[in-house]
Every structure is written in structure tokens, then in C-alpha cells.
């Protein structure tokens, strides 16, 4: 992991940092530091390499959860039972299901690797027997990705 780390920031530093200093262009670090971090995570856990879109709308999909999920359903407990209703419950629902099937794609890329190393996080994950779906496999894996980048927050 260390070595990947070091080589996604040499990378970074190299085609956005220098570039964007002798521009003399403002960013936002922890921005920066979270696709670092996913890229990374995806990389050396999930041996997969994900793409700028596939991290954007990972990490727009999160956002709208979290919002829903997290702060207004827990302010507002009658949400759950009428958020049919309400465009910004299904919003939040649809992302869940997406961010969901993208954690799928990632297990199905692995098991269709030739070779996969082996004692990765996706390989315990996908050759434990006490998962009783892939999505449940696949939930873990969210965690894991959401585990990963979101520790800025502390």
C-alpha cells in the first residue's frame, strides 16, 4: 500500500501539482487527498483502477446518502414511512442501489482477473463462505472505500 501511495502522489504531483502551481490555480487539498486515497485503496484492496467518473459519482452518491440517511431521516423518523413520497428519499434510495451495484462491478472485475493475488481485502472478502449474498459482499466493500477516504473527517 505504501508503495502504491507514494507512486499515485508522485503521479499526482507531477500531472496536476507542478502544472497547476506554475499556473499559480488554487485547489482543494482534501479533495485532492480523497481521490489519492481512493485510487489507492481501489488499487492495492480491490486490485481494480478506478476512473475519475466511477470516484465522482461514488463520492456525489455517497453525499446525497449520507444527507438523507443520516441527518434528516434520523431528525425526522416519520421519513422512512412516507419517503416514497418524497423526491429526495428516492434520490437518496437510487444512489444507495447504484453505489451498491458499483461495489458488484468492482467484485465481478476481480473474479474475472486471470490471476488475482491473493490475501487482498476482495479476496478474503469474496472466498469467505459466511457471506450469505454478493450484496453483502458488496456492502463491505462500501464500507471499506468509505472507511478509507473518510477518516479526514476526524
Known sequence: MNQVAVELTGKWM???LIPWMNEGKAFDVADEMINITMDAICKTAFEYEISEEEKHDFLR???IVVKEFHSKSISNPFRKYFGTLLPERRRALQAAKDNLAFAKHIIR???AKQNPLKGTIIDLVT????YESEDEMAADLIIYLLAGYDVRKL
Open 127 to 130: 472466498s469467505n463462505t459466511c
Open 109 to 111: 472485475s476481480y473474479r
Open 14 to 16: 507531477e500531472q496536476k
Open 61 to 63: 452518491r455517497n453525499e
